[in-house]
């Protein structure tokens, strides 16, 4: 039996679609988290223990659990989910001597600042951009013109992410993302890029994201999806991704030559990718290149005709390939499809959901995810990290799926009481 190794930060949903898909493939997943070693199989799925700020002995962890075993039990690829598990992945491959990106690669598509230097360095459009210590963002006013975006250097999905219009916004942002990188569920990362936070000039522009796959150095792109909902601030929650994108094919082409270059620039080789950019008059601006595949349960928008009649998942075809498989033959299949990511309203208490049946009957509808937990403090960005759950959507074009995933949101009512702990 096949085997690939999935390095990850929890055992979430994600984790769980790929356990289906390996299920139907007949692929056998080794585990590998950021867990306590001294703890039993906490969560009964024989995870290798690891520490993603500790690399040398995770490294070595992980090597260390396949020495001694004959070939066919060690695994034939590596995948990582989410951001943390990346570097680590890099360098668990290359010390398997299996297919991977480049440690040195996947660091600086991790550091916010450091993939802007190379960007920059190499001739991509790049906002004008300066670093500021956390100590040290009270010290001055920024020197670049106004509007601003203040960013925590290694948080993803736009936590910590804050817009500021004035001086006064400024320090008030700085002020904000400083307490969150202080606070616990951060610092335990132990992550020295979190001492730091990106300014940058505000970009206009539709946003687009960009999910792919490469081998050995080849850009294979799966998606481009629209983001319809205006990112402008004063935080960037993302909802609504929705493909096959409507912007034009001269406009499209263009945003996979910019985001091909980006890899290139960046030296990435091998393995999943998502990426996000931004368009306007100017021209694309690259905000990131993950070496990644897309998070959470979006994926469940896209799915693969595989040419003989059947179809396929991301998990399915990332997994084939990683297998060393080829899997230049799958498609997107012909149907526009979407995804909104749940928002949290407002910080509090969830109590529950109605309407979710309701939104499930409206046409175009495949499913409603509620992923919030009873009882759970939900915290909004720029703080939080997490959505209420997910509503999927396909249809004869992206306008209907659009349409179909607003109207099934507006069907749900949420219980949120008032959080009595909240400091303003």
């Keep these: 039996m096949k085997r690939v190794l999935l390095l990850a930060t929890t055992t979430g949903y994600q984790i769980r679609s790929f356990g289906e898909a390996a299920e139907r493939l007949g692929v056998r997943l080794v585990f590998a988290s950021d867990r306590c070693d001294r703890l039993e199989d906490p969560w009964w799925d024989a995870a290798i223990p690891v520490r993603?700020?500790?690399?040398?002995?995770?490294?070595?962890?992980?090597?260390?659990?396949?020495?001694?075993?004959?070939?066919?039990?060690?695994?034939?690829?590596?995948?990582?989910?989410?951001?943390?598990?990346?570097?680590?992945?890099?360098?668990?491959?290359?010390?398997?001597?299996?297919?991977?990106?480049?440690?040195?690669?996947?660091?600086?598509?991790r550091n916010k600042l450091a993939a802007r230097r190379a960007f920059a360095a190499a001739g991509l459009l790049t906002p004008r951009f300066e670093v500021v210590s956390v100590s040290e963002s009270q010290a001055s006013p920024s020197s670049l013109a106004y509007p601003v975006v203040v960013k925590p250097l290694a948080l993803s999905g736009s936590q910590g992410v804050i817009r500021a219009d004035d001086a006064g916004s400024l320090a008030q942002a700085m002020d904000r993302v400083g307490r969150l990188l202080r606070t616990t569920d951060v610092a335990i990362e132990r992550e020295n890029a979190h001492e730091y936070v990106l300014i940058e000039t505000f970009i206009p522009g539709k946003e687009y994201a960009v999910e792919g796959v490469l081998t050995d150095g080849a850009f294979q792109?799966?998606?481009?999806?629209?983001?319809?909902?205006?990112?402008?601030?004063?935080?960037?929650?993302?909802?609504?991704?929705?493909?096959?994108?409507?912007?034009?094919?001269?406009?499209?082409?263009?945003?996979?030559?910019?985001?091909?270059?980006?890899?290139?620039?960046?030296?990435?080789?091998?393995?999943?990718?998502?990426?996000?950019c931004r368009v306007n008059d100017q021209g694309i601006y690259v905000l990131e290149v993950a070496p990644r595949p897309i998070g959470g349960l979006c994926s469940k928008a896209i799915r693969f005709s595989t040419?003989?009649?059947?179809?396929?998942?991301?998990?399915?075809?990332?997994?084939?390939?990683?297998?060393?498989?080829?899997?230049?033959?799958?498609?997107?299949?012909?149907?526009?499809?979407?995804?909104?990511?749940?928002?949290?309203?407002?910080?509090?208490?969830?109590?529950?959901?109605?309407?979710?049946?309701?939104?499930?009957?409206?046409?175009?509808?495949?499913?409603?995810?509620?992923?919030?937990?009873?009882?759970?403090?939900?915290?909004p960005l720029p703080e939080g990290r997490s959505y209420l759950g997910f509503i999927f959507a396909t249809g004869d074009s992206p306008a209907s799926v659009e349409e179909a995933l607003r109207r099934a949101h507006e069907r749900l009512d949420f219980s949120i009481d008032r959080d009595v702990t909240l400091i303003q």
Aim: proline residues 7%; aromatic residues 6%.
């Design 52 to 109: 993603f700020h500790d690399m040398p002995s995770s490294v070595e962890a992980v090597v260390a659990s396949f020495r001694g075993q004959a070939a066919d039990e060690r695994p034939d690829g590596v995948i990582a989910v989410g951001d943390r598990p990346t570097v680590l992945a890099a360098h668990v491959s290359a010390a398997l001597d299996l297919p991977g990106n480049p440690p040195a690669a996947t660091e600086t598509s």
């Design 221 to 276: 792109v799966f998606t481009i999806f629209d983001k319809p909902d205006s990112l402008d601030g004063p935080f960037f929650e993302e909802t609504i991704y929705v493909t096959p994108s409507r912007a034009s094919a001269e406009t499209q082409k263009a945003i996979v030559g910019v985001i091909a270059s980006a890899i290139r620039i960046l030296g990435l080789r091998h393995g999943p990718v998502h990426a996000e």
């Design 307 to 379: 040419g003989d009649g059947g179809f396929a998942t991301l998990e399915e075809v990332l997994l084939r390939h990683a297998l060393g498989e080829p899997v230049g033959t799958y498609r997107r299949i012909n149907r526009a499809s979407g995804v909104m990511m749940i928002p949290i309203p407002r910080r509090g208490v969830y109590r529950g959901v109605s309407g979710v049946e309701n939104a499930r009957r409206i046409a175009g509808i495949d499913d409603v995810i509620i992923t919030a937990k009873p009882d759970s403090t939900l915290v």
